[in-house]
């Protein structure tokens, strides 16, 4: 489970847990711990519970998510209609949830109609001029910044191969990753910052692996040079300068992401997906836990 800033473009909190079965309410709420008040958490659909509002609310966190069907909703008042891109844009304050296990709480329920497309959006700030339903609905579409987050983490810094069997080494490999990630992150901010780019045109495949590279080589001059230094005392030797070298240089256009060509290609379905199990369930993992 991870909070990603979508102001920095960065994982700002990260929790691992070997019982991937666990549900997300859980993970989350342990996870608000780590958010600053005043925070405005944007999710999918898969958090429209009138409990995660509440542990929300109770830590002075403001939440914005999609609603999902099936969910109680009682109309309290209707705020001014107007258009938006042609399509009617409704605004109301609701009062969602049974009251059973976690009172109804009260909410915000944005609609906005787009031709036969209805998307509908649940937030606890209540002030319009605080965010505005426009904004709100520009907001939501950045949420899939988390997804990109999870994606490199996955195929750029090859999470899809653990290298331990126990959960405590693929927690330091994940919390590794995610410390790289970070790093790199602002390498990368500050490289478009200099090229006079957006940091989300440049590829984070294509950059991360060449500035690892720069790494290591700038790293590898150092070394060489202390090395020099000490079996040659009392010699005024001259640093070498490594920016020169073809490993530290790379032509913007060969860094940029490219945009997609043609039909979207489909994920192949693998049969293995069907047949994953939890650390939690594998025997002797949780004696492995125990013991760290």
């Not at 780590?34 to 519970?49: A, E, H, M, W, Y």
């Not at 209540?126 to 939501?140: I, N």
């Not at 997804?147 to 330091?172: C, H, I, T, W």
């Not at 590898?220 to 202390?226: E, K, L, Q, T």
Request: proline share 5%; with cysteine; aromatic share 8%.
């Amino acid at each position: 489970m991870a909070a990603h800033d979508l102001f920095r473009g960065l994982a700002r909190a990260l929790r691992f847990d070997a019982n991937a079965a666990r549900g997300e309410i859980p993970h989350a709420t342990e996870l608000l711990d780590q958010v600053p008040p005043g925070t405005l958490s944007i999710t999918d659909r898969g958090f429209t519970f009138p409990q995660f509002f509440k542990e929300l609310s109770e830590r002075n966190v403001y939440g914005l998510c999609r609603m999902k069907k099936g969910l109680k909703v009682c109309k309290v008042e209707a705020l001014p209609k107007r258009q938006l891109l042609g399509g009617p844009l409704e605004d109301r304050l609701v009062d969602v949830g049974s009251g059973q296990k976690t009172p109804a709480q009260r909410l915000r329920l944005i609609t906005w109609r787009c031709g036969k497309d209805v998307f509908k959006l649940l937030t606890n700030v209540l002030d319009t001029t605080k965010l505005s339903a426009e904004v709100a609905l520009d907001l939501y579409r950045k949420r899939w910044s988390v997804e990109r987050m999870y994606f490199d983490l996955k195929e750029v810094f090859n999470l899809n191969q653990f290298y331990a069997s126990n959960p405590n080494g693929v927690a330091m490999q994940v919390y590794a990753a995610a410390i790289v990630d970070v790093a790199m992150r602002v390498a990368q901010g500050r490289s478009a910052q200099h090229a006079h780019v957006e940091p989300e045109d440049i590829s984070t495949a294509k950059f991360f692996p060449r500035m690892a590279t720069a790494y290591a080589t700038h790293s590898g001059f150092g070394v060489v040079y202390r090395a020099t230094c000490d079996v040659n005392p009392g010699v005024e030797l001259t640093k070498p300068d490594p920016t020169g070298h073809l490993r530290f240089t790379v032509k913007l256009k060969d860094i940029l992401v490219h945009p997609r060509s043609g039909v979207r290609r489909k994920r192949r379905y693998c049969e293995g997906r069907k047949k994953w199990k939890s650390f939690a369930h594998i025997p002797g993992a949780k004696t492995l836990m125990k013991l760290s």
